[in-house]
């Protein structure tokens, strides 16, 4: 139909499901307003330091924007 939009999500399957779970190099996390995904076994170490910059700064805004947010919103 004309004017209709869909969304479709798309997966990567990364092992199967013998193995989900025992893997300790991705970090993976979806909550629709907030996406991490991490595969530390394909970083270099100058990758992680960046990472850990960008993830620093992250932290930083969040908790001023905590602080400065309206105090009638719930958390």
């Given at each position: 139909m004309k004017g209709i939009s869909h969304s479709v999500a798309t997966y990567l399957v990364i092992d199967d499901y013998d193995n989900l779970g025992k893997s300790r190099d991705l970090i993976r996390e979806d909550y629709g307003?907030?996406?991490l995904d991490i595969n530390l076994e394909a970083m270099s170490a100058s990758e992680r330091s960046q990472a850990v910059a960008v993830l620093q700064r992250a932290?930083?805004?969040?908790?001023n924007a905590k602080q400065t947010a309206d105090p009638s919103m719930p958390e």
């Open positions: 307003t907030i996406k932290v930083d805004r969040l908790s």
